[in-house]
């Protein structure tokens, strides 16, 4: 959601930010122990992050009419690179 994918970001947010020290129940956990943790329930991760997405669909919170997790990248039409781009 911040867009920080570090696990030693991470790390410090977790010393520094309100909102990761709540969600960390105020723990301060090691960049190695953030990493494995993500490392070993990504699958799980994954079909979360799915559910809390239909449920906001369902509940009217978000409104998505096609959502996709696979991995595809979308250009904005104003992109740096979309002039470099053939197709």
Do not use: C, G
Not at 12 to 27: G, R, S
Not at 35 to 44: E, Y
Request: net charge positive.
């Amino acid at each position: 959601m911040n867009w920080i994918f570090s696990s030693r970001k991470i790390h410090y947010k977790t010393k520094e930010d309100i909102a990761f020290m709540f969600l960390a129940w105020n723990l301060q956990p090691d960049f190695r122990t953030i990493n494995s943790f993500r490392k070993d329930r990504l699958k799980v991760i994954e079909k979360i992050f799915v559910k809390i997405v239909e449920l906001a669909m369902n509940m009217w919170i978000i409104k998505f009419w096609v959502f996709s997790i696979d991995w595809t990248k979308i250009y904005a039409s104003a992109s740096k690179h979309k002039k470099y781009r053939w197709n």
